[in-house]
């Protein structure tokens, strides 16, 4: 049979549509290949956020149609295939196809003689089983919010929320195949259910969620909060069920108010303080994520000191900071105050070395505490379980190291840290329940 490799770029949302694209090719006769040099069909699920973004994409796609096979195809799809189409196959000589999102769910025909099977939609297919004890949710697709800075729009479109039915359904598939952490992704997740006439409908979808637990569902994780919804009741949900973990990971994009006006955005570094203090006044053990714009149009010393102050002053778990990248089609596109690239450089490393500080002393504080971790894998150097605790995301935060422990993946470990390492933390495990191990899981560094 014809074999397939899929190579994801980007968000994890796009690490769900991988999945999704995954089970039709399974599903249409097609085997995974373990390498792009044994594939037939060779699949690059592209990002578009920003320019790094996509030159990484357009770099990829050239590796692969270097190492694939003779015959073989190579088809770029997502976001960058969605937003610049013939343009991308004109530069690209080397894929054989270019597919936007419609056509995901029939990349096979590719590779298979035969007639199209119709448009499938992908946010509705289904899922292979996980190959972790954790698994991205996408519970919604597009974006109605029109961030001065921002593109997903123009190609992802308006925001279109999935029936709670069908995503407790893929949930419970997840969670019976072995993940016992689930990530809800969306653009705007705690937007979802505002287009279907049902605003606020996340805070019932988690309580709906939250009934797995019995099927072996240990945590619900929430990314992508725009940070006017995060309220009550939602806030209150997140902290009251027994499920869904205190971590925020907040869309706050600057602190200066002036410049978040700009950018078309809610809130200030006055407003977002107050909200997190707030929240660990209710749950000290509460963590947070963010992520910072740098040199957007307009961007002032004083916004930039702002900014600064801001982090020394609400302490986030964690943060990550990216150059404004002006797009095509944008508001801000078309904006004065060009920062200049070697400022936005200087800028950019202030806020490293304030975040970095910061999250080192965070990790440093978590020395001599005890915490729940669940095993994502074995380190295959030293042989020890490697999990996380609510406080790290899964792929984007530190991790912790279990010292002599054995425990499979899936497994729920009481465990004492006893060092941080940068941003990981050691730990040596106090109890352990052991929970299904889902097929193929394991950690790769």
């Given amino acids: 049979m014809p074999r397939f490799f899929v190579e994801t770029l980007g968000c994890p949302k796009n690490a769900v549509d991988s999945d999704k694209v995954v089970a039709t090719l399974l599903a249409d006769g097609l085997t995974p290949a373990r390498t792009p040099g044994e594939a037939d069909l060779v699949v690059v699920n592209t990002c578009a956020f920003v320019e790094e973004a996509r030159r990484e994409s357009i770099e990829v796609a050239l590796a692969l ?15 960058l295939a969605e937003r610049y189409g013939s343009e991308l196959a004109a530069a690209l000589p080397e894929a054989d196809a270019v597919v936007g999102f419609a056509g995901e769910g029939g990349l096979s025909e590719v590779v298979l003689e035969r007639k199209p099977t119709g ?3 992908l946010l509705e297919l289904p899922r292979p089983a996980p190959t972790a004890p954790w698994a991205y949710v996408k519970v ?3 974006c109605d919010r029109a961030c001065a800075f921002c593109a997903i729009p123009s190609f992802r479109g308006k925001q279109r929320s999935r029936r709670p039915e069908s995503i407790e359904a893929e949930a419970r598939s ?3 195949q072995g993940a016992a952490e689930l990530v809800l992704v969306a653009q705007d997740l705690a ?3 505002r287009d279907t006439g049902e605003p606020g409908a996340l805070v019932p979808l988690l309580a709906r969620l939250d009934g797995l637990a019995s099927l072996g569902l240990h945590r619900i994780r929430l990314l992508y909060l725009y940070p006017s919804e995060v309220r009550e009741p939602l806030v209150g949900t997140m902290l009251d069920l027994p499920t869904v973990v205190p971590y925020f990971d907040l869309s706050l994009q600057h602190a200066s108010a002036p410049l978040l006006q700009r950018m078309r955005r809610w809130g200030s570094g006055h407003r977002f303080a107050t909200m997190i203090e707030g929240i660990r006044d209710a749950r000290p053990d509460a963590a947070f994520r963010s992520s910072f714009i740098v040199g957007f149009p307009g961007e002032r010393e004083r916004d930039h000191e702002e900014l600064l102050d801001f982090l020394a002053t609400v302490e986030l778990d964690w943060a990550g900071f ?3 990248s002006r797009e095509d089609g944008t508001a801000a596109a078309a904006m004065d105050g060009e920062v200049a690239p070697e400022l936005i450089a200087e800028r950019l490393r202030e806020c490293a070395e304030v975040q970095d500080r910061l999250t080192l002393a965070t990790r440093d504080a978590l020395v001599g505490t005890e915490a729940e971790v669940l095993v994502d894998g074995v380190d295959e150097d030293s042989g020890d379980p490697v999990g996380r605790t609510h406080r790290e995301a899964p792929e984007i935060d530190g991790v912790v190291h279990l010292r002599g422990a054995h425990a499979l993946p899936g497994a729920l470990v009481r465990a004492e840290v006893m060092a941080a390492v940068g941003p990981d933390l050691e730990a040596r495990p106090l109890t352990a329940m052991t929970t299904r191990v889902p097929r193929r899981a394991r950690v790769r560094e």
């Fill in 191 to 193: 937007s979802y259910g």
């Fill in 174 to 176: 997840l969670v019976e």
């Fill in 140 to 142: 919604a697709e597009g």
């Fill in 119 to 121: 448009v499938r939609d």
């Fill in 65 to 79: 149609a270097d190492a694939r096979k003779p015959g073989a195809r190579l088809v770029v799809t997502g976001c």
């Fill in 322 to 324: 990216f150059a404004f």
